[in-house]
């Protein structure tokens, strides 16, 4: 089969590693994948929505956190749902042109430019921020130094000035690939018969206000054992006094327990949708003796003692 | 009383706006304050746990979500606290010099550029990224508009082309200012005294994990009548597989409430920090009726129906 994915583009951003990686895993089953950059990610989501093909979205960074406007993208859809869930490392390399000169100055998006201020104070290099990664490497002049992920050096032909020189190791942002509903569906009622274990992304909205609302929806996760991931609250439509609530959970919309809860939220009367449905990730279970805890400070509680 | 308020610059930013708010409103009280400008948010962290002064950081916007590296940088110092908190609508203005010619560019941070999109597509511009609102003010060409904040025209002697030029209305973004931590435990023993109404941020770390953990959190907080009116969970120092809770409460930690689950989470051997206390906020009350639910679209479930 052929498909098309989109992607938010230049080539050599981190999205368009991550959709080669996506499209390498797809092209493994016998598809084959044609991958299409667009400008923004408003394109990406309506190309799915209309049924041209499937997308590919960053979710969140382990660093700066979930991408919001993403989150919201995908709560507002009519007619699609995350069916994969993949981890691209954010890494960036410092390249520099064959015939470059003294080097004194440093080119990448400033998020680039952010995330190296080490390497930039370490080598007195002065900013020029670039629209992308991409275009700094595009335009890269003989005495600047050029940031970017690790494959944007061959791309535009640049030589490898240092490897891995961001400020923060171990960075990395997970993406979701979107397809039409009906395609998640299709995927789930392989991924059910063959037992697949799964993870699930779910958005609920609870329609009675007050304290203890979030209390008593959790409740009914704990209640049938289900182990939730990840836990954000959202202004609907970034309406301050509006909640609704984005929740990971271990667990996969057939399993028993999850049906349990969804019959449950449904009788309550509040909102529910699922959001995304991918296999499982290798989540890593850290000690707690090595969870590197924050210091407790002066005055934890902030109240005379 | 001279007080020196360390904000994220340069001349101009959001943050500038911010801080020329709060030195405003810590003026009327009597106090001297000056705005010092700090390259990155860490060296306003470091001045304030120095004693230099106190500082402001960007919290949380309504469409982008929390700031998260900004939320890591106050659970993890060791002698700050927010001690006030306060919004910034965020809307652009173009600029233009009084010597314009025909306008063919448009520049920005690339956060502003993205911010404008309809604008940029109805005049047809070209887009001319800069390091930040403030440097495309300063270095306008006569074919050029510049996008930022209402105050920067004025800053940098520019005319107004045109007001709120942004996509989206109705954006604001939130700053907690901080202070050393026994400056915030003495402004809270005035609070306490004079009976003052506030809300406290909160990070919790369940140092037993497994389902139902934050469920049983919550359910502490629902039993004491506590509301909570925001919720993120976050790995602990970008760590996968580990994690805290952030937790807005609209109660102070006099309250008795809040002294009551703070005693039940320290029994149960949590880790708990407060993070902020300041005056409460008028927090709008949408009656769900309004609350502009999102489409629930085809198959919510993912599952055959």
Redesign the interface.
Same mark, same amino acid.
């Given at each position: 089969m052929l498909m098309r994915l989109y992607y938010l583009g230049p080539h050599g951003s981190f999205t368009h590693q991550a959709a080669q990686a996506a499209a390498q895993q797809y092209s493994k089953n016998g598809d084959s994948v044609e991958l299409s950059a667009c400008a923004?990610e408003r394109e990406i989501v309506t190309h799915v929505e209309a049924g041209d093909g499937w997308g590919i979205l960053a979710w969140e960074n382990?660093?700066? @956190?979930?991408i $919001?406007?993403n !989150?919201d993208r995908l709560? *507002?859809?009519?007619?699609i749902?995350g069916i994969d869930r993949l981890s691209v490392n954010v890494e960036f390399d410092a390249f520099v042109r064959e015939d470059h000169a003294q080097l004194t100055e440093v080119s990448a998006?400033?998020h680039g430019l952010?995330q190296c201020?080490q390497f930039i104070a370490d080598n007195q290099l002065r900013?020029v921020?670039?629209?992308s990664n991409t275009a700094a490497c595009e335009n890269l002049q003989p005495h600047q130094i050029a940031l970017g992920p690790q494959n944007s050096g061959e791309l535009y032909g640049l030589e490898t000035y240092k490897r891995a020189v961001q400020d923060?190791s171990?960075?990395h942002t997970d993406f979701l690939v979107l397809a039409p509903?009906?395609a998640?569906?299709e995927r789930?009622?392989l991924r059910?018969a063959s037992k697949a274990s799964c993870e699930s992304i779910i958005?609920v909205?609870p329609?009675f206000?007050?304290? @203890?609302v979030? $209390?008593?929806l !959790?409740?009914v996760?704990? *209640?049938n054992?289900?182990?939730?991931t990840?836990?954000?609250?959202?202004?609907?439509?970034?309406?301050?006094?509006?909640y609704?609530?984005v929740i990971t959970l271990d667990a996969a919309?057939?399993d028993a327990n999850m049906q349990a809860v969804?019959r449950e939220i449904e009788e309550h009367g509040d909102?529910?949708?699922?959001l995304a449905?991918y296999e499982q990730r290798d989540?890593?279970?850290?000690p707690?003796a090595q969870?590197?805890?924050?210091?407790?400070?002066?005055?934890?509680?902030?109240?005379?003692e």
């Open positions: 923004n382990n660093v700066e @956190g979930y $919001a406007q !989150l709560i *507002d859809a009519h007619n749902a998006h400033p952010a201020t900013l921020p670039a629209q923060y171990g960075a509903r009906e998640v569906v789930n009622r059910c958005t909205i329609l206000t007050g304290p @203890g979030v $209390a008593n !959790l409740d996760f704990r *209640d054992g289900l182990n939730m990840s836990l954000i609250s959202r202004p609907i439509k970034a309406a301050d006094g509006t609704s609530f919309p057939w969804f909102w529910v949708k699922i449905v989540i890593a279970h850290v707690v969870w590197n805890l924050p210091q407790v400070g002066i005055n934890p509680m902030l109240v005379e």
